[in-house]
């Protein structure tokens, strides 16, 4: 059967005489022209071939399938955009590699040869040392690039709005600039940690989210954690002297606690411990500073006892030891709502503790612990080279 002649409309919108007249609008007509305006949708859109097919999409068919197309395809853009803008597994984004790429055209760095670690948070890669003006940077480097993606960050933000240092900056900031703000941390925690003597990576240089520190390994083979490391049974309890004496060291002198310390957080190397992932470290007057110090502790006391250390202090005993304070509770839950409710306490009264309170018996000593007034954040703050993009 000879295909049916299509009526051609012209400008004026309409075709023939009399009874014949047809529109524009005549729904058979319209049909076929959706079909054929179908084939500009997308090449996201499968839409089929009609040469052999004559196909008829009447005006609701076809307005709903546009719609979808157009849908469909601001999704695309906005889930392409999102990966060319994050920093997740071992892949860097554009603007992450070209910020790697000023710091080796600066000569800061020489060579970036490639990620030797990845977690949640960040990527470390491996690069061989530059120079900088008006200090030695070390022949081999540690690049912490932080990731760009924000899921692993929107638990993690109690660790930084409650901070004294931080928290002021921390409301003004969108969820991108937070992400700097905490390489920002992790960079002053460090300087403050070698500042008194403990055996952490040496801050270079901070680039926005990138961190250039020293590297801790030889000939491009990272330390082991200490999780993974082989040690002797004299080792071992050296080890656990070490941490000790560092959880200690770090509390009084540096007036700081982990928050996160674990046998995963800290290498072994020459024979000595090193400490790594601080940027979730905060002050001891932290409004929950004293059960993140409570859980180092107890992450600390099972690895040790796994390890069949002897003498090695339950979490409780770490905790009196680490702070100086003497809270006899023996029991883990009392222990912990014991320093829930101080913290809850000095949160909504804010006020001085008596010596003589029967309550909170260890209030005093936990006041005459605190160390680190906020001046010496600002001087340090001064000292340190910072990109001031990364503020």
């Given at each position: 059967m000879a295909e049916e002649a299509r009526p051609t409309i012209g400008k004026t919108g309409i075709c023939g005489k009399g009874k014949n007249i047809i529109t524009k609008h005549d729904p058979a007509l319209a049909a076929r022209k959706n079909a054929s305006r179908m084939m500009e949708f997308g090449p996201h859109f499968d839409t089929g071939d009609d040469i052999d097919i004559e196909m008829k999409f009447p005006n609701r068919v076809y307005n709903e399938l546009k719609v979808h197309s157009m849908s469909e395809q601001k999704r695309l853009a906005r889930v392409h955009d999102k990966k060319e803008k994050s920093t997740s597994d071992k892949a860097l984004d554009p603007k992450t590699r070209l910020q790697i790429y000023k710091l080796i055209n600066s000569e800061v760095l020489e060579s970036v040869s490639g990620a030797v670690s990845t977690g949640k948070e960040a990527v470390i890669l491996h690069a061989m040392g530059g120079k900088l003006?008006?200090?030695?940077?070390?022949?081999?480097?540690?690049?912490?690039?932080?990731k760009t993606t924000l899921n692993e960050f929107k638990t993690r933000d109690k660790y930084i709005k409650d901070d004294y240092r931080f928290k002021d900056r921390f409301k003004k900031l969108n969820p991108r600039k937070i992400i700097r703000m905490w390489a920002e941390k992790e960079m002053h925690n460090l300087i403050r940690m070698r500042k008194v003597g403990i055996t952490v990576p040496e801050v270079i240089l901070l680039k926005k989210h990138i961190l250039v520190m020293s590297f801790v390994g030889t000939d491009r083979k990272p330390a082991p954690k200490l999780?993974?490391?082989?040690?002797?049974?004299?080792?071992?309890?050296?080890?656990?002297?070490?941490?000790?004496?560092?959880?200690?060291?770090?509390y009084h002198e540096a007036g700081l606690i982990h928050a996160d310390l674990s046998e995963y957080n800290l290498l072994w190397h020459q024979g000595q411990l090193w400490v790594i992932d601080v940027s979730q470290a905060v002050e001891p007057q932290h409004p929950h500073g004293l059960e993140f110090l409570l859980r180092d502790c107890t992450n600390i006391s099972q690895f040790f006892s796994k390890k069949d250390v002897p003498d090695v202090l339950s979490p409780q005993d770490l905790f009196n030891e680490v702070s100086g304070l003497n809270v006899s509770v023996a029991d883990h839950s009392d222990f912990l709502t014991e320093l829930q409710q101080f913290q809850k306490y000095r949160k909504t009264e804010n006020a001085h503790v008596d010596l003589e309170s029967n309550d909170y018996p260890f209030d005093y000593f936990f006041s005459k612990s605190l160390s680190q007034d906020q001046s010496e954040f600002k001087k340090e703050l001064k000292e340190t080279q910072v990109d001031v993009d990364a503020i």
């Open positions: 003006p008006d200090r030695l940077v070390p022949a081999e480097c540690a690049l912490k690039v932080f999780k993974f490391a082989e040690l002797s049974r004299d080792q071992t309890q050296h080890a656990y002297a070490q941490c000790v004496q560092i959880m200690k060291r770090l």
